[in-house]
């Protein structure tokens, strides 16, 4: 007899599509097989049961500027659980002149209180941490085994201080995750817009060039092989960064990259509708062009992208609109993270543009195995039994007032999906039953990222 038994559901694995019942104990996968018993039994059948979601690019509490993002670790926790997701990687940002181990220990203090489901944290390294490379093999012990650089924005880092930083997490064996934009280009374009009266958000992405996002990547991949590195690239948002990745694995160079759905769902006419709305979808990199959306489609249906995550940054309509007096001045970010698996089933599997198992490998599996999650994104006999029943039939439109993010819109808003979770399992609870919310504040772990080769 089981603690709990997910019955006769269709079982969607990376590598398998099979039917029959998962039976678990102790918070573990226990048994795979036919006419399995347990005290509580979820019936799945006409159902997909998959690993429970990772996604590996989240904010939350995330301070930019006078703002922060608006989800904390249990409102972002929360929607990700209605999401199907039950484990996130946010993100440590140390202060100059604060040890890497402290910076961990209070944003872990953070988390802890709050997040309902398991997290990990990659750790930041900016300019004001070059002369703490020598923490890093300690950092990693405690847990953070990935960490991230920056092209753009404050924490953007130099070619020369790339290579450094590149070295050093390559010779402990972590993962560096970069941010790649050109950011002299664009500071140049903002500046050449701003002047010329082009202040709209609409310029946006035309102050953020794809030939630049493509050229940043291009450029720290070769620093990344000189380094002695692998890499991973976030947020992909154009064909041309595409190609860059490609070229990098044909050559055999350890690259691998991730897309996110607001770069498959949306595209930059949002960006001109009038006042606030137009504000609202501003992110880094921006939305692309229609073209360039359905070629990341076409990119990720031929297995380029190894990973689908969020970037989920959010920041409430009265921040997004607080100063529109020049689309640099707007906080960037959207929220995904409930969508997230939902959309790329709906839009990806139901469109016939990707397989049942390519969505879960880009959703669950292969996030927890690149960054060293051991027990989870898998269904296997003694990992975690982290687990989604999911209703392919289910019909529904996105709709800001229904989903558990705090922003208050979405940019998704109005799109109609077919397929939502209706249990999400972690570690053998049910925090969501029957579509119900059950889950307490705190009961999240902290999940060491284990990159190590």
Not at 199 to 225: D, L, Q
Not at 398 to 406: D, K, N, S, Y
Request: aromatic share 6%.
């Amino acid at each position: 007899m089981y603690d709990l038994v997910i019955a006769k559901g269709k079982i969607v694995t990376s590598t398998s599509v099979t039917e029959g019942d998962i039976g678990i104990n102790n918070g573990k996968i226990a048994a795979l097989g036919q006419n399995l018993e347990g005290r509580r039994v979820i019936d799945a059948r006409g159902k997909l049961v998959t690993p429970g979601a990772v996604d590996t690019h989240v904010h939350l509490e995330m301070p930019i500027g006078k703002y922060s993002s608006t989800d904390d670790f249990y409102d972002g926790t929360r929607a990700a659980v209605c999401g199907g997701t039950t484990s996130i990687i946010d993100f440590v940002e140390p202060e100059d002149g604060q040890s890497l181990q402290d910076a961990l220990a209070e944003r872990r203090a953070l988390a802890d209180a709050r997040s309902v489901i398991d997290y990990g944290l990659h750790m930041t390294i900016g300019p004001g941490q070059l002369d703490k490379l020598d923490q890093i093999p300690g950092i990693m012990d405690a847990g953070c085994g990935s960490f991230k650089l920056y092209m753009a924005y404050g924490l953007h880092l130099r070619d020369d201080q790339l290579y450094k930083a590149l070295s050093a997490v390559g010779e402990a064996g972590g993962l560096p995750v970069v941010h790649a934009e050109n950011w002299d280009i664009i500071c140049a374009l903002i500046e050449e817009n701003i002047k010329k009266g082009n202040t709209s958000p609409h310029w946006h992405p035309r102050s953020r060039p794809e030939e630049f996002e493509a050229e940043a990547a291009g450029r720290v991949i070769k620093i990344a092989a000189t380094a002695g590195s692998r890499v991973h690239i976030f947020h992909v948002s154009c064909p041309q960064v595409v190609e860059e990745i490609s070229r990098a694995k044909v050559k055999g160079l350890p690259v691998t990259a991730e897309t996110c759905p607001q770069y498959l769902l949306l595209t930059q006419d949002l960006y001109d509708r009038d006042g606030v709305e137009g504000a609202l979808p501003v992110c880094s990199p921006p939305l692309r062009s229609d073209a360039s959306r359905r070629e990341l489609w076409q990119a990720l249906g031929s297995g380029l992208f190894d990973t689908i995550s969020t970037d989920h940054c959010p920041f409430c309509r009265e921040e997004k609109g607080a100063d529109l007096s020049a689309f640099n001045r707007i906080p960037g970010g959207v929220p995904s993270m409930e969508i997230r698996f939902s959309a790329l089933y709906s839009e990806g599997v139901g469109k016939e543009l990707i397989s049942e198992s390519q969505w879960v490998d880009l959703c669950c599996t292969t996030p927890a195995r690149l960054f060293g999650l051991k027990d989870k994104g898998e269904i296997t006999i003694g990992r975690d039994a982290d687990l989604v029943v999911f209703d392919p039939h289910k019909e529904w439109v996105v709709t800001a007032g229904e989903l558990q993010e705090t922003a208050g819109w979405t940019p998704y808003e109005g799109l109609k999906l077919k397929g939502r979770p209706v249990y999400t399992i972690s570690r053998g609870d049910i925090l969501l039953d029957e579509g119900e919310f059950k889950a307490e504040k705190g009961r999240g772990c902290f999940l060491k990222t284990r990159t190590k080769a």
